[in-house]
């Protein structure tokens, strides 16, 4: 269970700063934002400075102190993730990292710290299983530590749903790293040069611009390297 660490004058200012806040947010939520009136969301600016500017524009909404309270919570747990990423690197080689889908984008996975050991990265962007997107990863990770030929066409990688005992159709293509580290590959180690997306078939086991292939199984293609 979580531990509320808000005093009671923190609590009543923040009441003050944002009146009904109490109605909008949760318990737990709101000992977040009060216990943490002095923490910077940015360079120049505290969540105290931030409710003040929600509170004379009208935007005091449980969306915009929802993101308060999560933007905290992430940069304090920032630390013991960073943690968690070097030791799974220190003892794999690589770290995977999974985000879920959020409205209609599809979830992905991408690894971190596998440059440093074979030069490349690898990410998958497909439909809305994160963990699925993971083990793919994952496994693809373990092949190319492997010296295995990533950009062959593969069927060993998952099982299909449907059909026990059959396998996924999967395949590695080159993309331009600039534009995965922009939008997916946010979390690296060292410099990442080179970016490989991991195709993974649909039910059908189609690839997408394969005729019928499912859009239900949302899967956007990145870019090729431009040079």
């Not at 309270?69 to 920032?78: G, K, N, S």
């Not at 690898?122 to 693809?140: I, N, R, T």
């Amino acid at each position: 269970m979580l531990e509320l660490t808000a005093t009671p004058a923190q609590l009543a200012e923040v009441k003050l700063l944002v009146p009904q806040i109490d109605q909008r947010i949760n318990a737990f939520q709101l000992d977040t934002i009060a216990s943490n009136l002095d923490f910077l969301l940015t360079p120049d600016v505290t969540v105290r400075q931030y409710l003040h500017l929600l509170v004379s524009s009208g935007t005091a909404s449980a969306d915009e102190l929802v993101k308060i309270v999560r933007t905290v919570r992430m940069t304090q747990l920032r630390p013991r993730m960073d943690a968690a990423v070097d030791r799974a690197i220190e003892q794999h080689g690589y770290a995977v990292q999974s985000v879920f889908a959020q409205d209609d984008k599809p979830a992905f996975a991408y690894t971190i710290g596998l440059s440093e050991e074979v030069g490349f990265e690898l990410m998958a962007l497909a439909g809305y299983d994160h963990l699925l997107l993971a083990h793919v990863v994952g496994s693809y990770a373990d092949l190319a530590k492997a010296h295995e030929h990533i950009e062959q066409e593969r069927n060993d990688v998952n099982e299909m749903a449907a059909t026990p005992g059959y396998g996924v159709r999967t395949k590695c293509i080159p993309i331009e790293a600039r534009v995965a580290t922009a939008d997916f590959v946010k979390q690296t180690r060292g410099d990442v040069v080179r970016v490989y997306q991991i195709l993974i078939a649909d039910k059908n086991n189609l690839f997408p611009g394969e005729q019928g292939y499912s859009k239900t199984w949302p899967q956007p293609r990145l870019p090729r390297p431009l040079d």
